[in-house]
């Protein structure tokens, strides 16, 4: 998974066509993507659950879309599949 805005990288498992009901996982060949820019996000972090404190960066629109789909998890919201 990309998020190119914020030029990170992570990666789930299997082949999930809907991201919220994958797990996690370590981004696999995670060199590359470093060599060229990348962040690599931590599996861990992604799975945490999502809290009103996590939308504060956010700009209203966004936050607002976000408590519309009610993700669970912060991976679902960095690497959004509700656009």
Known sequence: MLNPAIRLVGAVSGDHSLVATA???????????????FAIADPLDLATSL???????????????????????V??????WFD
């Open 23 to 37: 797990e996690f996982v370590t981004v696999a060949g995670a060199e590359v993507f470093l060599a060229n820019g």
């Open 51 to 73: 809290t009103e404190g996590h939308l504060l960066p956010l700009k209203d629109e966004e936050a607002e879309q976000v408590r519309y789909h009610q993700p669970d998890r």
């Open 75 to 80: 991976g679902d919201v960095v690497f959004n």
